[in-house]
């Protein structure tokens, strides 16, 4: 704590607002934006890339958080402040940091594929911004950032060159996948049969479980994408640039739209259980894997005579 009472007195409202700031680029929507940004504009592989670290990551990160099922700062030392804004989306177990996996995990991928050193130098500057913005903003401490930036360094590293070899090598690719889903749902059977302790945090515990069946369904919607790419699509992501950006607004629309429509029926249907976010998150990633690259020689051939 005393590093975090360190950073407290050096607060001021413009430190606030900047860490506040910089802080968002660790949230769900930045890794899906990011994410489909890569792999269906710039570089299918990376983006491949991206996606399974990103996954990875985040099923480790709900396991630990459950299994050590650590308070947030301000609640285990009742006198530390934090910065109130930061608050509302400070839910859920202190350690290990979310916002940090993420945002180490995305921007970490990119500069460790990408060899442009102006993009390498902020995808860097980044993994250090946000892990700070967490201990500014007073939600987690030096440990939750740390464990962290390893988990997500050590999925960075580890899966570039199993990727490597997936390009050339169907098999090895499937061997992701497979080990992906068993770690998902090893975490699903960890979050329905564990004996949770009776202090747990009903709030916390519901939040894990949801993202367990959410992460499932993920996982499950980009093994389907790349069999049926592989096999069937076999997309190409170039395009003229500004066909690219309405590819990508449109295709992120209609995104949003599944993912807001089928709520409510799907919920219905399985009696509020939290199948449904597994069977709705994996109709997102069918959607962006599987039917929206269908459009891409329509968006190649915009603008140009023939199709390059």
Known sequence: MEFLYFL????????????????????????????????????????????????????????????????R???????????????????????????????????????????????????VAICVLVPLSRMYLGVHTPADVGVSVAAAFALIFGVYPLLQKGAKDPNTMRMIMISMLAVSVAYTAFVELYPFPADVDAGNLESGIKNAYTMLGCILGLWLTYEVDNRFIQFR????WWAQILKLVLGLAILMAIKAGVKPPLMALTGGHHVADAIRYFAMVAFAGCIWPLTFEFWRGLGQRKYL
């Open 73 to 123: 700062p301000w609640v285990k030392d009742p006198n530390f402040t934090i910065v109130e804004s930061a608050r509302a989306e400070a839910t859920g177990y202190s350690f290990p940091s979310g916002h940090t996996q993420s945002s180490v995990g995305i921007f970490g991928a990119v500069a460790r594929w990408n060899k442009q050193m102006v993009v390498r130098i902020i995808c």
């Open 237 to 240: 992501t170039d395009a003229l």
């Open 8 to 71: 407290e007195g050096l607060r001021t409202p413009i430190g606030d607002a900047f860490f506040s700031l910089i802080t968002h680029l660790g949230e769900e929507t930045l890794f899906i934006i990011a994410g489909l940004l890569v792999f269906w504009c710039i570089d299918k592989l990376q983006g491949y890339y991206l996606l399974i670290v990103g996954l990875t990551g985040t099923v480790i990160n709900q396991f630990l958080k459950l299994w050590f099922r650590i308070p």
